[in-house]
């Protein structure tokens, strides 16, 4: 990652700044302000909400590496503010401590609105919060992006579509979601918000982009997250029981954070004609079991592998459909479960587990 570097030449400043393909733009400052006048139009304000989160903090560091100016808003409960403090000395990053429920005004050109917890124990600690995180948070991203005529994108999920009965699951699958269930509020949460951003985009041309995140994966994820990813992988490294919820032979498909973070990017980045929603996931498929013998292998872990009973509505298949992806994004994953897991354990083995509080008492 690069860092701004400034020294004081005589009564100049030389200010080194990335450009594409690993170079360097340098700018000259003295009594004059010199630039690449082509260069600074492409840089924008860009606003992510949740951007302290595991994925938001790789794409705050993904964008402030391009020079953009980014703002990152989070209210941290369930991210880590040592996950973008290595951000806060850079003269293009911006943290503000804030809640999406509640209005706030930026001057921006482009919203990454990612902000909702994800893991259903924290989504169904407080419920009512969640579905206003995504509702009323929508409107409030929204209102921004109209007043701003910003680009605006919702990190959407796989969550749409429910326990499929379509498989794998495609766009255009209207899903099958139990509205009164124990997971509605993240569910119908997240449906709701995407009819808020079709309707700002109808009624009043608000240019927004629709993304359905599947099952994401990788370093920096909270190890007391609740995923299946950290739990398994956090039980193994402390060598008690990895605890499987029905026999495993429930699936999901695991993509790499790297991965997810460039399809948020193209799509972003992409045609104004083409808003979504658009899958962003790994198209491999692999049983829960499945995944808990691999983390063993990799860890060579003296777990052992337990179950409990499934809980209400939770999904039996989960498989995304990426063909929309490839063929408006040009966007497909690049990194296998083995070398992402491989990635991830690494960086499970480098931290202390006893330095992160689990965001609620329900982490698996």
């Not at 379509?166 to 699958?173: D, K, T």
């Not at 449906?191 to 099952?215: C, K, Q, S, W």
């Not at 997250?225 to 429930?250: C, E, H, K, P």
């Not at 459909?321 to 499970?348: R, Y």
């Amino acid at each position: 990652m690069f860092r701004f570097n400034k020294e004081l030449l005589s009564r100049d400043i030389v200010l080194c700044v990335p450009f594409k393909n690993n170079e360097f733009l340098i700018l000259v400052l003295c009594n004059k302000i010199f630039f690449d006048r082509k260069f600074m139009s492409q840089l924008k304000r860009i606003l992510i909400t949740g951007g302290a989160g595991f994925l938001g903090s790789y794409l705050c560091e993904r964008l402030v590496e391009t020079g953009h100016d980014v703002i990152c808003v989070d209210n941290f409960f369930t991210s880590q503010k040592t996950n973008v403090a290595h951000l806060l000395e850079l003269p293009n990053f911006e943290l503000l401590r804030h809640d999406i429920i509640h209005p706030f005004w930026l001057e921006v050109d482009e919203i990454y609105n990612l902000a909702c917890p994800a893991a259903p124990g924290h989504y169904q600690y407080n419920p009512i919060k969640t579905m206003k995180t995504s509702v009323s948070g929508a409107m409030n991203v929204l209102g921004m992006a109209k007043r701003c005529r910003a680009k605006v994108l919702q990190a959407s999920t796989s969550e749409i579509y429910g326990n499929p009965e379509v498989h794998p699951q495609p766009e255009n699958y209207r899903g099958s979601v139990n509205p009164i269930g124990i997971r509605a509020c993240y569910d119908e949460g997240k449906r709701a918000a995407e009819t808020l951003f079709m309707d700002y985009h109808r009624a009043h041309g608000v240019n927004i982009r629709l993304v359905r995140i599947f099952n994401t994966y990788g370093p920096r994820m909270h190890p007391y997250d609740g995923r299946v990813v950290s739990n398994f992988i956090r039980q193994a490294l402390t060598n008690v029981d990895i605890t499987i919820y029905g026999d495993g032979s429930q699936t999901r498909s695991f993509c790499y954070r790297d991965d997810l973070i460039d399809g948020l990017i193209a799509m972003m980045n992409s045609s104004d004609d083409f808003v979504g929603p658009v899958n962003l996931g790994n198209p491999h498929e692999f049983t829960i079991l499945q995944l808990a013998e691999l983390i063993i292998k990799l860890t060579k872990s003296k777990s052992k592998i337990i179950k409990k009973p499934l809980p209400e509505d939770d999904p039996v298949r989960r498989q995304p459909d990426i063909t929309l992806a490839k063929q408006k994004l040009f966007w497909e994953p690049n990194v296998s479960i083995e070398e992402g897991l491989i990635k991830t354990i690494s960086w499970f083995r480098s931290i202390n587990f006893d330095e992160f509080r689990a965001p609620t008492p329900n982490h698996g």
